[in-house]
């Protein structure tokens, strides 16, 4: 069983940039991958991006890639979403999940956060 937290979303300019955290709770966490996905009003829940256990490899979907960062600290049970560059259409609540699996499904996705909400002014 897994736990997720995010935090670290807000208003900002665009332009600007942010950093979301995901704080796990459980054992196999660094076995986890972790993807970040994200909802915009009225629209599906998107993938944005994944990084596998090690921190290996990470992955992000082409319109955020140059400007959206993946990372993990295993020890501090740790990912972080660095996001640069913020555009308008980057407004969403912002997930992550863990899964047992390399997955830009959804579905694949067992643990979810409560998601935390990222809003970009132009």
């Known amino acids: 069983q897994v736990q997720l937290v995010e935090s670290g979303g807000g208003l900002v300019q665009a332009g600007g940039s942010l950093r979301l955290s995901c704080v796990a709770s459980g054992r196999t966490f660094s076995r986890n991958t972790v993807g970040w996905f994200r909802q915009a009003p009225g629209k599906e829940r998107e993938f944005v991006g994944a990084?596998?256990?090690?921190?290996?490899?990470?992955y992000v979907i082409d319109s955020v890639k140059g400007r959206f960062t993946i990372s993990r600290d295993n020890a501090k049970n740790t990912v972080y979403l660095q996001m640069n560059s913020l555009k308008s259409e980057d407004t969403a609540v912002y997930y992550c999940?863990?899964?047992?699996?390399?997955?830009?499904?959804?579905?694949?996705?067992?643990?979810w956060g409560q998601g935390t909400q990222v809003t970009v002014s132009s």
């Open positions: 999940a863990a899964s047992d699996r390399v997955s830009t499904t959804r579905g694949e996705y067992d643990y």
């Open positions: 990084i596998s256990g090690s921190g290996g490899n990470t």
